[in-house]
T-cell receptor, first 113, second 115 residues
């Protein structure tokens, strides 16, 4: 079975600090894609960053970056210089090559002013 | 360029009624996915459709739930004889291609409340 685990139900950090959200998964596939989605209080799902499993280089999007460890099946999200607008639920959501996203249970991140 | 559109945004139904949720994909997208989010949980895949075809319905409950994506018009998720346990947010997503490398763009969701 393909599973996704986000072991941190809630996190909080001071504004401007750096925070890392963890995600581990289990799959027997070799080629797949990994995504982090953000769900703010508006409940809109917003794509934050994506990573192709065949790429060794970690993806970066402005203040967001990932630490992808394929052998360990780990895909953590780092948010640098956190801002109040980063307050949201964050979901790790791999696509294990079967064209559907498998979501973790989410991490509720609160940025404290 | 309009994003994925869903309507209604909020839907209230009494037990036993039918709920019909609509999703219009982004322009140029012909692949539609439906997900359900129960309170305080992550999204769960329900069904994947292309125009006039159901590709994967492995996440759909066996009874009362159906989905379609006709040649013309929006995709429809239909829930017959709703029960309280159907109360959830239902999200639709669309993508340009069926390959996994293409991102899925989500609509704002429909929040269904069954009273």
């Amino acid at each position: 079975a393909q599973t996704v685990t986000q072991s941190q139900p809630e996190m909080s950090v001071q504004e401007a600090e750096t925070v890392t959200l963890s995600c581990t998964y289990d799959t027997s596939e070799n080629n797949y894609y990994l995504f982090w989605y953000k769900q703010p209080p508006s409940r809109q799902m917003i794509l934050v960053i994506r990573q192709e499993a065949y790429k060794q280089q970690n993806a970066t999007e402005n203040r967001f970056s990932v630490n992808f460890q394929k052998a360990a099946k780990s895909f953590s999200l780092k948010i640098s210089d956190s801002q109040l607008g980063d307050t949201a639920m964050y979901f790790c959501a791999p696509d294990f090559g079967n064209e559907k996203l498998t979501f973790g249970t989410g991490t509720r991140l609160t940025i404290i002013p | 360029n309009a994003g994925v559109m869903q309507n209604p945004r909020h839907l209230v139904r009494r037990r036993g009624q039918e709920a019909r949720l609509r999703c219009s994909p982004m322009k140029g997208h012909s692949h539609v996915y439906w997900y359900r989010q129960l309170p305080e949980e992550g999204l769960k895949f329900m069904v994947y459709l292309q125009k006039e075809n159901i590709i994967d319905e492995s996440g759909m409950p066996k009874e009362r739930f159906s989905a379609e994506f006709p040649k013309e018009g929006p995709s429809i998720l239909r829930i017959q004889q709703v029960v309280r346990g159907d109360s959830a947010a239902y999200f639709c997503a669309s993508s340009r291609d069926r390959r996994s490398s293409y991102e899925q763009y989500f609509g704002p969701g429909t929040r269904l409340t069954v009273t």
